[in-house]
C-alpha cells in the first residue's frame, strides 16, 4: 500500500476544453515529485484538483490507503507561485492562527519558535505580512504548514523570485522536509528546477501523462539534453 499520495483517473473539462484526462500517479512518503510541462498542460487544474479548489468530473484522491474528499486542507497545503498571507498579521500571529485552527496541543509555541529559527525569520517575529519579501512569505507558509504537520505539500514555481540564497535555503528546506516524510510536488515551467531538486517527474501535455520517471530515466528517452527531450515528447 501506499503510505502516502495515490491519485486515479484525473478528469477535468472547462467547457468544451478538455483540461485533464485520466491523469493517474503515485507520491510516497519522503518523494518530492516534479509535474512539468508546456502552458495548457494540466498542472494547475491539477493542483487545483488536489488541494480542493477544483471539482474533477471524476478521479480518486487516497491518501495513506484512504479516499480523500472535500475537506483535504490539513492533509494537502498548496503554496502558490504568488504566496498569498495576511497583510495585517504578523509572522507569529500567522502560526497562533494555524495552531488555534488545528487545535494543537499545548507547547506548540516552542515548535513554532524553533521552525522561526530554523528559517532564519526570528527576526521577522512581529513583522507585518504586507511589509515581507517573497521568499519570507513563502517561509511563513512552510512554517505554518509545518507547524500544522500537514503530510502532503504543493508548490507551484518555488524558486521563481527568489535570490541565489532563498533558492539554496528552499532546496535544503525541502530536502529536510522529505526527509521527515512529507510528500512534495513541485509543479514548474523550469526544467533546472526539476533536475535540482526533484527524485522524479512527471511530465503532462494537453491534459495527458507522456512521461514519467526520474530526470535520467527521461533523458534517456532521447539522445540531447533534458530540455530537448521535453521539447520531443511535448512536440513544443
Given at each position: 500500500m501506499n503510505d502516502g499520495l495515490a491519485v486515479r483517473g484525473?478528469?477535468?473539462?472547462?467547457?468544451?476544453?478538455?483540461?485533464?484526462?485520466?491523469?493517474?500517479?503515485?507520491?510516497?512518503?519522503?518523494?518530492?515529485?516534479?509535474l512539468i510541462g508546456p502552458n495548457g498542460a494540466g498542472k494547475s487544474t491539477t493542483f487545483g484538483i488536489l488541494c480542493g479548489l477544483v471539482r474533477p468530473d471524476a478521479g480518486t484522491?487516497?491518501?495513506?490507503?484512504?479516499?480523500l474528499f472535500g475537506d483535504r486542507g490539513r492533509t494537502i497545503a498548496l503554496i502558490p507561485e504568488t504566496p498569498d498571507v495576511y497583510?495585517?498579521?504578523?509572522?507569529?500571529?500567522?502560526?497562533v492562527f494555524v495552531a488555534r485552527l488545528c487545535r494543537l496541543?499545548?507547547?506548540w509555541e516552542a515548535r513554532a519558535d524553533e521552525l522561526l529559527a530554523s528559517f532564519a525569520m526570528l527576526g521577522e517575529r512581529d513583522t507585518l505580512g504586507h511589509?515581507?519579501?517573497?521568499g519570507m512569505r513563502q517561509k511563513t507558509l512552510l512554517?505554518?504548514?509545518?507547524?500544522?504537520?500537514?503530510?502532503?505539500?504543493?508548490?507551484?514555481?518555488p524558486l521563481i523570485g527568489l535570490d541565489p540564497r532563498g533558492q539554496r535555503e528552499l532546496r535544503e528546506l525541502t530536502r529536510a522536509l522529505a526527509r521527515d516524510g512529507v510528500s512534495l510536488m513541485i509543479s514548474t515551467h523550469q526544467l533546472d528546477t526539476a533536475e535540482a531538486m526533484c527524485d522524479r517527474v512527471i511530465v503532462l501535455d494537453r491534459g495527458r501523462t507522456v512521461a514519467e520517471g526520474t530526470v535520467e530515466a527521461i533523458r534517456a528517452l532521447g539522445s540531447g539534453s533534458l530540455e530537448d527531450v521535453f521539447l520531443e515528447i511535448t512536440g513544443t
Open positions: 484525473l478528469r477535468k473539462k472547462f467547457g468544451a476544453k478538455t483540461a485533464l484526462d485520466e491523469v493517474s500517479f503515485d507520491v510516497i512518503s519522503g518523494e518530492i515529485v516534479g484522491i487516497d491518501f495513506a490507503g484512504k479516499r497583510p495585517m498579521l504578523t509572522v507569529w500571529e500567522h502560526l496541543p499545548a507547547g511589509a515581507l519579501s517573497k512554517a505554518a504548514t509545518i507547524l500544522a504537520r500537514t503530510p502532503v505539500l504543493l508548490l507551484d514555481e
